[in-house]
Antibody, heavy 118, light 108 residues
Framework: EEQLVESGGGLIQRGGSLRLSCAVS????????MSWVRQAPGKGLEWVSI???????YYTDSVKGRFTISRDNSKNTVNLQMNSLRAEDTAVYHC????????????WGQGTLVTVSS | SYVLTQAPSVSMAPGMTATITCGGN??????VHWYQQKPGQAPVLVMY???DRPSGIPERFSGSNSGNTATLTINRVEAGDEADYYC???????????FGGGTKLTVL
């Protein structure tokens, strides 16, 4: 069964750093497009970042330069290093899988909550 | 950047047909995917590549995409369909993934 389990969320002060991890089972991370999608309290889904199977990475404008997506092929995980956190980064962060650029996110994790206190 | 526009809410009586739209510039030239999200749960893919249904999604769900509007149609709406629905595309000009603002479907 294909499964994504996020961890690493918590309460952090503004300006601080946090590292999220997404543990993947049932498929190989490096052969897929792995993304982070967040949802602020009471708000809609917002795409954050993605890492392609060839290693290319992309970010939404509001996190560029502050967040870094990476993967650990040996552990089959995807990570999101979040620096210089702001109150507006407060959200549930979901890990999601797509198989290619035009494909849907067909597997999702339950998410991990990041709360940035001001 | 590419923008997808959805109505914030739609209400429908059980048994009726709900139509949820997603507006975008020439969206008909893009592949549109739809997700259903219930409170406290992760999103679930309910329609992909405009009109393909994943296994396990009822035939009551259908999709279309043309011009500047993509549509998710839910026939014979049931109480269990009450959820937020999001459209999504990949914007090739920026290599960004884009979600619509979401539509809350209320079953009266």
């Amino acid at each position: 069964e294909e499964q994504l389990v996020e961890s690493g969320g918590g309460l952090i002060q503004r300006g601080g750093s946090l590292r999220l991890s997404c543990a993947v089972s049932g498929f190989i991370v490096s052969r897929n497009y792995m993304s982070w999608v967040r949802q602020a309290p009471g708000k809609g889904l917002e795409w954050v970042s993605i890492i392609y199977s060839d290693g290319k990475t992309y970010y939404t404008d509001s996190v560029k330069g502050r967040f870094t997506i990476s993967r650990d092929n040996s552990k089959n995980t995807v990570n999101l290093q979040m620096n210089s956190l702001r109150a507006e980064d407060t959200a549930v962060y979901h890990c999601a899988r797509a198989e290619n650029t035009d494909d849907p996110f067909d597997v999702w994790g339950q998410g991990t909550l990041v709360t940035v206190s001001s | 950047s590419y923008v997808l526009t959805q109505a914030p809410s739609v209400s429908m009586a059980p048994g009726m047909t709900a139509t949820i739209t997603c507006g975008g510039n020439n969206i008909g030239t893009k592949s549109v995917h739809w997700y259903q999200q219930k409170p406290g749960q992760a999103p679930v893919l309910v329609m992909y590549f405009d009109s393909d249904r994943p296994s396990g999604i009822p035939e009551r769900f259908s999709g279309s995409n043309s011009g500047n509007t993509a549509t998710l149609t839910i026939n014979r709406v049931e109480a269990g369909d009450e959820a937020d629905y999001y459209c999504q595309v990949w914007d090739s000009s920026s290599d960004h993934w884009v979600f619509g603002g979401g539509t809350k479907l209320t079953v009266l």
